[in-house]
């Protein structure tokens, strides 16, 4: 079974200033997805980035990236430049690359931006 | 359209009462996922259908009741619900069941209380 970890409940950073999310997972499959979701207050739950382990390149969405260490089975998240709005709950969560998968997902971490 | 939709925003109601939640989506996807998310916590997954038959149930008990009457519509059944079933009950889907890449996209959530 999968499992995924993350070791920070909650942070903090400045308006504008640079914070990493760490993630750590568990697996036996080699081709696989990595996921970040935000869930701010409204709850909606957003897909912020994702990594198909295939790829050596990290993935990038704007103010988003990730670092991807496939042999350590790390996914930490980097937000630049962080915003009011990037305050919300961070999911980094596993799917296995076969049809009709369910995400695992890990704890969260809580992410406050302040001004 | 690109989103899910989730009806109705809130609900409560009593531990004899039968009520549904309803999730839409029209972006022809073809699997469709009820999630809970209790307070602070990860999305758990409760029930996956693929191609409007279900395919996971993760041993939900009774009271809740999948139904998924055409490719766009999923319904989730409520009766004799405790009080710890208090949560917020997401819905998501996903393109093709059959593809080794799913992104799910996730509803707004239904916040069920249970008196």
């Known amino acids: 079974a999968q499992t995924v970890t993350q070791s920070q409940p909650e942070m903090s950073v400045q308006e504008a200033e640079t914070v990493t999310l760490s993630c750590t997972y568990d697996?036996?499959?080699?081709?696989?997805?990595l996921f970040w979701y935000k869930q701010p207050p409204s709850r909606q739950m957003i897909l912020v980035i994702r990594?198909?382990?295939?790829?050596?390149q990290n993935a990038t969405e704007n103010r988003f990236s990730v670092n991807f260490q496939k042999a350590a089975k790390s996914f930490s998240l980097k937000i630049s430049d962080s915003q009011l709005g990037d305050t919300a709950m961070y999911f980094c969560?596993?799917?296995?690359?076969?049809?009709?998968?369910?995400?695992?997902f890990g704890k969260g971490t809580r992410l406050s931006v302040i001004a | 359209d690109t989103e899910v939709t989730q009806t109705p925003k809130h609900l409560v109601m009593g531990m004899t009462n039968k009520k549904s939640l309803k999730c839409e989506q029209h972006?022809?996807?073809?699997?469709m996922y009820w999630y809970k998310q209790k307070a602070k916590k990860p999305p758990e997954l409760m029930f996956v259908?693929?191609?409007?038959?279900?395919?996971i149930n993760e041993s939900v008990p009774s009271r809740f009741s999948p139904e998924c009457p055409n490719s766009s519509l999923l319904n989730l059944h409520l009766h004799a619900l405790q009080p710890e079933d208090s949560a917020l009950y997401l819905c998501?889907?996903?393109?093709?069941?059959?593809?080794?890449?799913?992104?799910?996209?996730f509803g707004p959530g239904t916040r069920l209380t249970v008196l």
């Open positions: 990594q198909e382990a295939y790829k050596q």
């Open positions: 998501a889907s996903s393109q093709d069941p059959a593809h080794p890449y799913n992104e799910q996209f």
């Open positions: 969560a596993f799917m296995k690359q076969a049809g009709n998968t369910p995400l695992v």
């Open positions: 972006m022809g996807h073809r699997a």
């Open positions: 697996t036996s499959e080699n081709n696989y997805y």
């Open positions: 259908y693929s191609y409007e038959k279900l395919s």
